[in-house]
């Protein structure tokens, strides 16, 4: 079964700090890995895309990283600041399927505190 | 102007109700999608539209009818609104390809309220 886990559900920081939102996959066949933030009342908006054969796609203080021989993703936000609170959806598309097969991880909210 | 527009923004019903919500897109895009977002913000798709043919049904009760009337609108009925159904609906938009790689463009929500 196609799942993406992410952890951890909840993270609280320090404005100015930085963190890592991690995001496992199982999704077969991999086409690519995309990250989403979603700020409160708003829909999701792309942060970064990665395929296959890349391992790491920077987004200004977003940098997210694909392992995928572990099928692992992690997304590094740095000198975080008040407008990062948000939740972090990371969505692993499969290849040669329907159009928009797509598997969504439950998220990571973030929140940063001043 | 706005990518993806939903209207309305919220709704408010009672049970037992029928209700629609209209999505517009003005990218250009052949894909449409509906998601459900409950309340623990777990985003879950419901239906994809391809050139107006549907894509993906993804166990959805039969009381929700997506209907794509062009490439630029994917409306969603609800009949016999439950309980249940109280949830923010998104509706997305994207170009098409086999690789699934282009960005998914979404609309601002739909908040819906069954009493």
């Known amino acids: 079964k196609n799942q993406v886990e992410q952890s951890p559900q909840s993270l609280i920081i320090l404005e100015g700090k930085n963190c890592t939102l991690q995001?496992?996959?199982?999704?077969?066949?991999?086409?690519?890995l995309r990250w989403y933030k979603q700020d409160t009342g708003r829909g999701p908006v792309s942060l970064t895309i990665m395929t296959f054969s890349e391992n790491t796609k920077s987004n200004g203080r977003y940098t997210a990283t694909l392992d995928a021989d572990t099928k692992q993703s992690s997304l590094h936000i740095t000198a975080s600041q008040l407008s990062d609170s948000a939740s972090y959806i990371c969505?692993?598309?499969?290849?040669?399927?329907?159009?928009?097969?797509?598997?969504f991880g439950d998220g990571t909210t973030l929140t940063v505190k001043p | 102007d706005t990518a993806v527009s939903q209207t309305p923004k919220y709704l408010v019903t009672q049970m037992g109700n029928d209700k629609s919500i209209k999505c517009e897109q003005n990218?250009?895009?052949?894909?449409m999608y509906w998601y459900k977002q409950d309340s623990k913000k777990f985003l879950k798709i419901m239906f994809s539209y391809n050139n107006k043919e549907l894509i993906i049904n993804e166990t959805v009760p039969n009381r929700f009818s997506p209907k794509s009337p062009d490439k630029a609108h994917l409306n969603l009925h609800i009949n016999s609104l439950e309980l249940g159904d109280s949830a923010v609906y998104f509706c997305?938009?994207?170009?098409?390809?086999?690789?699934?790689?282009?960005?998914?463009?979404f609309g601002p929500g739909t908040r819906l309220t069954v009493t």
């Open positions: 995001c496992n996959y199982t999704v077969s066949p991999f086409s690519n």
């Open positions: 997305a938009s994207s170009q098409a390809g086999v690789d699934n790689s282009y960005e998914q463009y």
């Open positions: 969505v692993v598309s499969l290849y040669n399927t329907n159009a928009g097969k797509s598997t």
């Open positions: 990218l250009g895009h052949d894909t």
